[in-house]
């Protein structure tokens, strides 16, 4: 069956501008998470989807990040401003509640 | 809060070589501990899991055991082979309320030399 679904799977942007990444879940995954990769720095947590419950925004590092998750399915991760520190890559995954992730490939994102 | 140490990379090793990597955690309660791979070119995938002290995770030859007196959860493989070539990420997930995100170490790059 089909996995996570990451679009696009490579973003260069210029410094300043914003920049949307998706994700499409697996579907039926109640739960949707992102991270960020980042070289030496392994994966941060930025925010948690569960169901119908109030996300889990604890790792988000500054309010030009946001993400929103439409009809419990497709979710979008937003940058606005971005900045050179910004570049990473940027991971989703779902999950039923209590059972292993599963990840998609990324988006890589280059802030130049 | 949670936390998970891994050892420094990289790690280079030839094959049949036998492997362990270290991870520490620590975690409030009785977390679930992971290890993640991350084959080049490719997303991350669970390798195995252990949910309570004293279980042992296992898959392709690998194994952790979930150790609560020493809170270290490493990976072991007594005989690598190149395709294990990855980076290997350790992890755990506490229960608390419906938050179950997992917190991951930093990640330890393998190379396994013909």
């Known amino acids: 069956g089909a996995g996570v679904s990451q679009s696009p799977s490579n973003k260069v942007t210029e410094k300043g501008k914003d920049v949307e990444l998706r994700c499409d879940p697996i579907?039926?995954?109640?739960?949707l998470y992102w991270y960020r990769q980042s070289l030496g720095q392994g994966l941060e947590f930025l925010i948690y989807?569960?169901?119908?419950?109030?996300?889990?925004k604890s790792g988000l590092p500054s309010d030009r990040f946001s993400a929103e998750r439409t009809g419990g399915s497709v979710s979008t991760l937003t940058i606005q401003r971005t900045q050179q520190e910004d570049s990473a890559v940027y991971l989703c995954?779902?999950?039923?509640?209590?059972?292993?992730?599963?990840f998609g490939n990324g988006t890589r994102l280059t802030v130049t | 809060g949670n936390s998970v140490t891994q050892m420094e990379g990289p790690v280079t090793l030839s094959e049949e070589a036998f492997l362990t990597i270290n991870c520490t955690y620590t975690?409030?309660?009785?977390?679930?501990l992971f290890w993640y791979v991350q084959y080049p070119g490719e997303g991350l995938q669970l390798l195995l899991k252990?949910?309570?002290?004293?279980d042992k995770g296992s898959n392709k030859g690998f194994e952790a055991t979930y150790r609560k007196e020493t809170t270290s959860f490493h990976l072991e493989k007594g005989s690598v082979q190149v395709s294990d070539s990855a980076v290997y990420f350790c992890?755990?997930?506490?229960?608390?309320?419906?938050?179950?995100?997992?917190?991951f170490g930093k990640g330890i790059t393998l190379s396994v030399r013909p």
């Open positions: 995954a779902s999950s039923l509640e209590g059972t292993p992730l599963h």
């Open positions: 579907s039926g995954h109640t739960a």
């Open positions: 989807f569960q169901g119908n419950s109030a996300p889990d």
């Open positions: 975690a409030t309660g009785y977390p679930s």
């Open positions: 252990a949910t309570k002290a004293d």
């Open positions: 992890a755990l997930s506490s229960h608390t309320g419906a938050n179950s995100k997992l917190t």
